[in-house]
Structure formats: structure tokens, C-alpha cells
């Protein structure tokens, strides 16, 4: 099948199935008016690492409702700061109880059941329940799409990381992250997630250039 995604009805559904384990950016921010909020999503990655740069995107409204802004998107636009937990197994549950589109007034913490814990910068609480929590500081909101579909894509600084110590080992250049006991939780399409536990290695190849050939006598 050839695709045309401008014409072709729920493209959304190919994409986000075929881009696939995603990794979930559990995002706490506290508004100006002190109002904590927590979402998850879905389109988050790793940019860079000097300086640490992390990304995710986010709907400008909030499906359901009239003309309620997205909280997340319009906290970190008004605070320049948010947290980005990591979504492992343990709290996948909590964090799909998050996601529905609740009142800026509600806190999805008491509905998920999570902790609130301070960070050391920014001003919005960390996800105690999650094993690695972000501090992140704004450096970009970029505009995708126009509405109803606009997106906001957001482009943020790491300026402490918290990692819980047991999910840490060894390696040969350093501490390395030990993903069977971080379990984090991929997203799928629609209401489908994966475990990520069974892992294996494939050892990066290096080119070595031949040698070259000695000229003739």
C-alpha cells in the first residue's frame, strides 16, 4: 500500500504504529498560579548530549474541551521549567490514569496515586515513584501545524538528573544503566504499551581503513 498522509483517514494510527517502542516523557510542571499538573507523552527523545538536550511534543488543546489549552505545554511555555520522569512498569498503570484531559484545577497526582517530590532546581515536583527524574530548563518551543491540530514542540536543557542508585552498574567506561532492572515501558499504538526487560547486545562495528599498498620498486 502507498500512503499519502494528507489524504489517507486516521494517519495518525500508521505512525505511531510503525514508530514504534517509544519511549514515555512523564511530564510534571506546576503552573504560575502554584498548580501542579502531570501527563504523559509519548513523542520524546534524546537530542544531544553537550548541552544535554531532551525533546517532546505536545498538542496546543485539549481534546474534549471547547478551548482549554494543554496545562503542560502552557506551564513550560509561562515557567521555562518542567521534570521529565521516566515511565517504567511499576508505574505504567499510574501513569495511563493520568492521561485523561482533567481540569487544570485537579491534580493527577492524587488521581494516579504518585508521590510529589522536590527537586533540586526547578520548581516543579519530581515523580518520587519513577527510578530517573529530568530537571529540565525551556530553550525552545517550536510551532508545528495549525489548529485544531497544532503542536507544540518542546525543547529543553537537563540541569540535574536523578537516577536511583540500584538501577546503576559498573562498565568498562564508566556507570551504565542496567535496563532489566529500569524496566521502562514502551508505547505502541492506541491503547498497546511493551515490556522492554529483554534486551540483547549487537557490539557496534568500527571501520579500519586498509593499509595501503606499498608502492611497487
Not at 525543547?155 to 536523578?162: A, K, L, Y
Request: net charge negative.
Amino acid at each position: 500500500m502507498l500512503i499519502d498522509p494528507k489524504n489517507f483517514e486516521r494517519f495518525n494510527m500508521i505512525l505511531t504504529g510503525v514508530v514504534v517502542p517509544r519511549p514515555i516523557a512523564f511530564v510534571s510542571t506546576i503552573s504560575t498560579e502554584g498548580i501542579v499538573n502531570l501527563a504523559p507523552y509519548s513523542f520524546f527523545n534524546a537530542m544531544a548530549y553537550n548541552p544535554p538536550t531532551v525533546i517532546f511534543s505536545s498538542s496546543r488543546k485539549a481534546a474534549g474541551w471547547q478551548d482549554k489549552r494543554k496545562d503542560t505545554l502552557q506551564n513550560v511555555e509561562e515557567t521555562g521549567e518542567y521534570v521529565i520522569n521516566v515511565v517504567v512498569d511499576d508505574i505504567a498503570a499510574a501513569m495511563n490514569a493520568t492521561a485523561a484531559e482533567y481540569p487544570s484545577d485537579v491534580s493527577e497526582f492524587e488521581v494516579a496515586g504518585l508521590t510529589e517530590a522536590p527537586s533540586e532546581i526547578v520548581k516543579a515536583p519530581r515523580v518520587l515513584e519513577s527510578p530517573v527524574n529530568m530537571e529540565c530548563r525551556l530553550m525552545q518551543v517550536v510551532n508545528i501545524g495549525e489548529q485544531p491540530h497544532a503542536h507544540g514542540l518542546v525543547i529543553g536543557e537537563i540541569v540535574r538528573m536523578h537516577v536511583r542508585d540500584d538501577i546503576l552498574y559498573e562498565g568498562p567506561n564508566g556507570l551504565r544503566i542496567n535496563h532489566e532492572v529500569l524496566r521502562p515501558t514502551g508505547r505502541l499504538a492506541g491503547n498497546m504499551y511493551c515490556h522492554t526487560d529483554d534486551v540483547y547486545e549487537l557490539v557496534r562495528p568500527h571501520y579500519t581503513p586498509e593499509p595501503a599498498e606499498q608502492a611497487a620498486d
